[in-house]
Structures are given as structure tokens and as C-alpha cells.
């Protein structure tokens, strides 16, 4: 909780923090690679970096912090704080690497600002800082004690499956042959790969098999790039040199995206495109567990061919006892399937419905907007983006 005479200061210079966070998170960027570029070779995302979403991501996320304190003082926003700390147990960020980014931001503070930053601005928005620093380290710490210590293991590819001509699957095994902690549906792992120049980069992907086995499946989506973003260096080097036999560094399971265990609730699992990954694990584990209460599945693509899992979307779909499949595709759209994006308007939900969301941004935005116009709460409306969370920097 904020001092009241911080919260008065944050709550007067917030609007001019706001207006300059841009500029202030590009500057702290340069600054912290500059003096520690092994954070930008082995640590953050260099694709994002490149393409700028993580700059936006932490401006979002800090704005809405520093907002949220001093409007709901004596609450926290833990839905976004613990979202963003499985991301970064997941990368095995440590407490005093906050140390490093409070000194690298709070100097791109001072150098966006100027002569407005006074000791009495600096002060407060410290405060604010360590606040949601604090608690992340708090949450961080007690996610790798779940886990064992938050060790990464190295793992061995003992299959790989095409799927569609841009999405492979990997089955591992752990390569020491010990037993491996299981995880809930809709949690992901970091995979760490050497590329050819020598950076250790980490990518997160979901577990897209289920629970309850040694193994542990991903289904990686080869990121071709565009005009505007660069290919994604890590799911091309999975593609291309990365075969049975190979071995992986991969992280315990996070994510915070997971279906409430035991509960018989009626479910939407609405996806799109590669997003599907952990909605397959939550029917995989539905399917498994006997649950009976209605399951509606959504899922959007551009093509039947580019529907990823698509086989064991419909199979696990069918093993329950009240389900449905709502398919929509851009084209090639086959009887029985909508064409083009994902529309609700049709679709029967069931009162008390706990929705999961996960695909392109504006798929979920448009998602959750028809839900919660057919009388589904907020609150039971549940996201994973891939990559830096932009909900936040783009609400």
C-alpha cells in the first residue's frame, strides 16, 4: 500500500508518466542491453525487442500498476501480477536482477522527464516500483518453491510429428530418466536453445499433450515474420535442426492459465490459429477426468489445413458426454463450419459458463466482448497471450 503522501504524487504526475512511457521504456531498454547485454543474448526475447511489443508490454503493465495502487489502495491487481511472474519463473528470473531494472528505468525516468522528476517524484514512484517488484519476487519465490527450485532439466526429443506445414510436434523425455513433476492443463514450459550465433534464447510454448504422463509434448508454430516483425529465431531453429534425438533445455511448467480442478462447471475453450495448443490439453484432461457438466468448443483458423491438433480437437471433443464444436475458417470452410472470424451470436452458453481464451489479441477482445453480452461474468473470462502480454498496453 502506497503512503498517502506517494499516492497524492503518483496520482498528480501519473498522467505525464503515462503520456512519455514509450519513451521512457525505449531508453530504459537501450540503457539496460548497453551495460548488460547478456540479458538481450541469453535472457529477453530478441524478436520482441526488435519488433518493440516488450517495450509496450512493460508500459502497460507498470502504467496499470501505478494506476490501479493508488485507486484501489488496499488491493493488488494479483491476476496481472501473477501472470506476469509465471512468465518470469518460467525464464528463471532472479530477485536481484530487480535491482538492475529499477536502476536502468528509474535513469530513463530522470533523462525522459527532466527537471519535473524532483526528489518527491522520484521518491513516490519508487515506492510504486518496489511495491510491484516485491511482489512479484514474493510470488516468483513461492512458484519455484512449487516447483523444486525452478531448475531447468535437459530433455530429449523421442518424436516429432508434422501437424500442418507450419506447426511440428515434439514429444521428449527427460534425458536422466527420473521422474518429472506433472502439470494442469494449460501450463507451458521456456525452452532454451543455442542458436548459430551463440545466444541462449528462451521461448515459451504450451504443453499440448496431457497430464499424468513422463512425457511432454509441444506443438511449435514456425513464425515466418512480416514486414513489420522479424521471423521468430527460435520456432525456425526448432524446425530446422531439431529431430529425434535431439536434446532441449526445458523449464518446470508455469502459467496460471488452468482449469479449476474437481469443479463441475460448464466450460467455453474458444482458440484460434496456435492458441489451440492448450485448449487440446484441457479437452485431453476433460476427457480423462469424466467431466460431464456442457463443454462448448470455439476455434478459428485460416484454413482446415492450417488447424493445427485438429484430430484430437474433435476426438477429445467427442469423448465427452456434452460438448459441442464450433469451427469457423477463413476459406476452404467444409460443411458444418462457419467461414471466416469467430462469431458467437449462435452459440448456445450455458449460465455460470467459466470461459479460457487464447490466440491473436483482437480474436480474444472480440471473444469476450460477445461472452459478456450473453450474461457471462468478467470475471470468469481467462486469457493466455503468447509472447508479451498487450492487453494492458493496448486497452
Not at 116 to 138: D, R
Not at 284 to 300: E, K, S
Amino acid at each position: 500500500m502506497l503512503s498517502e503522501q506517494s499516492a497524492a504524487t503518483v496520482r498528480a504526475t501519473l498522467p505525464a508518466v503515462g503520456a512519455a512511457i514509450g519513451e521512457i521504456t525505449e531508453r530504459f531498454y537501450a540503457d539496460l542491453f548497453t551495460a548488460h547485454p547478456e540479458l538481450l543474448r541469453d535472457v529477453f526475447n530478441r524478436g520482441n525487442q526488435a519488433a518493440g511489443t516488450q517495450r509496450q508490454a512493460l508500459a502497460g503493465s507498470f502504467a496499470a500498476f501505478a494506476a490501479h495502487t493508488v485507486e484501489h489502495p488496499h488491493d493488488r491487481p494479483d491476476a496481472m501480477l501473477g501472470r506476469i511472474a509465471h512468465k518470469h519463473a518460467s525464464l528463471g528470473i532472479a530477485p536481484e536482477q530487480y535491482a538492475i531494472v529499477h536502476k536502468h528505468l528509474f535513469g530513463a525516468i530522470a533523462a525522459v522527464l527532466g527537471e519535473a522528476v524532483t526528489p518527491e517524484v522520484a521518491a513516490a514512484w519508487t515506492e510504486v516500483y518496489w511495491l510491484m517488484a516485491n511482489a512479484l519476487i514474493a510470488i516468483e519465490k513461492r512458484l519455484y518453491e512449487e516447483s523444486g527450485g525452478g531448475a531447468r532439466r535437459e530433455w530429449q526429443v523421442v518424436e516429432r510429428v508434422p501437424e500442418t506445414p507450419d506447426v511440428v510436434t515434439f514429444r521428449l523425455r527427460p534425458l536422466d530418466g527420473a521422474p518429472v513433476r506433472d502439470f494442469r492443463a494449460g501450463q507451458y514450459v521456456s525452452v532454451r536453445a543455442e542458436l548459430p550465433d551463440g545466444a541462449r534464447q528462451t521461448r515459451q510454448y504450451s504443453l499440448s499433450g496431457a497430464p499424468g504422463s513422463n512425457l511432454r509434448q509441444i506443438s511449435v508454430k514456425r513464425e515466418p515474420g512480416s514486414p513489420t516483425t522479424p521471423e521468430g529465431e527460435v520456432s525456425n531453429h526448432l524446425h530446422a535442426r531439431v529431430h529425434e534425438g535431439s536434446v532441449l533445455e526445458l523449464s518446470e511448467p508455469y502459467g496460471d492459465l488452468v482449469l479449476d480442478s474437481g469443479e463441475e462447471t460448464p466450460l467455453l475453450l474458444a482458440s484460434a490459429g496456435i492458441g489451440v495448443t492448450p485448449m487440446v490439453a484441457m479437452l485431453a484432461h476433460l476427457a480423462a477426468t469424466g467431466h460431464r457438466a456442457p463443454v462448448t468448443v470455439v476455434h478459428a483458423d485460416r484454413s482446415p489445413a492450417a488447424h493445427a491438433l485438429r484430430a484430437d480437437h474433435e476426438t477429445y471433443t467427442a469423448k465427452l458426454p456434452d460438448a459441442s464444436l464450433h469451427l469457423w475458417y477463413e476459406r476452404e470452410a467444409p460443411e458444418g463450419a462457419g467461414t471466416g472470424l469467430a462469431d458467437l451470436t449462435d452459440v448456445p452458453v450455458a449460465p455460470g459458463t467459466r470461459a479460457y481464451l487464447c490466440g491473436p489479441l483482437p480474436f480474444m477482445r472480440a471473444v469476450r466482448a460477445q461472452l459478456i453480452e450473453k450474461g457471462v461474468a468478467p470475471a470468469d473470462v481467462h486469457y493466455e497471450v503468447f509472447g508479451p502480454d498487450l492487453w494492458l498496453a493496448r486497452a
